[in-house]
């Protein structure tokens, strides 16, 4: 039982892999992105702390450490928590993981950064901004306020009412802010890869949100289904590098990629991706939220988090023993 509080945390990321999918799809859009990316973050950050608490243990191991801090090398040695190789490969591993959140967060904020004087360069004064690109395309910029790019190709391929959805869907992206969403839940995976399905589900689940948003204020989930399926094929018909880079939809590279932006992946349909999956979700009646589903994913959120904090408690107990000893 002594060992499980530091294991726990370590574990419960791969089970929240698992998880990620069947959340993502039997829960409402919105309740689902806030809590795949309030969970990848709680997770990473609990994971973080136990490889940070069992490192410690190396350093004590040291004896100029031991001695500043007042430590018995003896007790050390003989009660603590971690070997001396499960130190030194927690240490690594937490240092690969901070160097690699802190690679992710210059990442974003430069690409943030990038869309900000993109949008402000866009032409007029409104939200939505018709660019000529015979490239079927349409993404939300995030920016103060956010602005909306639809390409001229991307028009010609829709009727007047799904427009009206691709718009609505957009605006919900640039209301909700889902670039956060998408750019946290990236930022805990950088921190621990067993969180990337969790981050791709939350991508997921912010265009799930908007699609549901754009049903809405359409009144018809099969024109939202339909208006998703024709922009997909557009954009799946056109031209390869017809983008310019700064203007990429996410799934391809560029800008929205770097934003952790999952706008309105049109491009997804290459593959057996999101876009199916949407479209299909949208021919049935929208999830209903389900209390006991939310309430074991919390839970199991809480039990990780609880279990760093013991491991906390009880590397400092374990500190003042030594220190105890020490004198």
């Known amino acids: 039982m002594y060992w499980a509080v530091y294991l726990i945390p370590l574990l419960i990321p791969a089970v929240a892999a698992f998880a990620a999918r069947p959340l993502s799809d039997r829960l409402p859009p919105c309740a689902a992105t806030w809590l795949l990316a309030g969970s990848a973050l709680a997770l990473a950050a609990s994971s973080s702390m136990v490889l940070g608490l069992l490192a410690l243990n190396a350093l004590f191991r040291v004896p100029f450490v031991a001695s500043v801090a007042h430590m018995s090398a003896r007790v050390i040695s003989r009660a603590s928590p971690a070997s001396m190789p499960v130190a030194i490969i927690a240490g690594t ?13 210059l990442h974003r904020v430069a690409a943030i950064a990038a869309a900000g004087r993109q949008a402000r360069d866009l032409p007029g004064a409104g939200q939505v901004v018709v660019t000529e690109d015979e490239a079927a395309d349409a993404y939300t910029l995030p920016g103060w306020p956010c602005r909306i790019v639809v390409t001229s190709g991307m028009l ?11 718009l609505a869907h957009e605006r919900t992206h640039a209301a909700g802010a889902h670039y956060l969403f998408t750019a946290a839940a990236r930022l805990a995976a950088a921190a621990n890869p067993l969180l990337r399905p969790v981050a791709a589900a939350a991508g997921y689940t912010v265009e799930r949100w908007a699609d549901e948003r754009a049903a809405t204020a359409t009144g018809d989930r099969d024109l939202a289904a339909k208006a998703i399926a024709r922009a997909a094929l557009a954009a799946k018909a056109a031209p390869p590098g017809s983008r310019e880079t700064g203007r ?20 997804a349909a290459r593959g057996a991706g999101p876009v199916p999956r949407r479209v299909a979700a949208l021919l049935l009646p929208p999830p209903r939220l389900s209390p006991l589903l939310l309430a074991g994913a919390v839970l199991l959120v809480a039990v990780s988090g609880v279990s760093a904090l013991e491991a906390a408690r009880s590397m400092h107990q374990f500190v003042e023993y030594a220190q105890g000893s020490g004198l």
């Open 248 to 267: 990429r939809g996410p799934g391809q590279g560029g800008l929205g990629t770097a934003l952790g932006l999952v706008t309105l992946p049109w491009n």
């Open 93 to 105: 591993l937490l240092a690969i993981a901070v160097f690699a959140v802190c690679r992710a967060l």
């Open 156 to 166: 010609r391929v829709l009727t007047e009412s799904e427009r009206q959805v691709l």
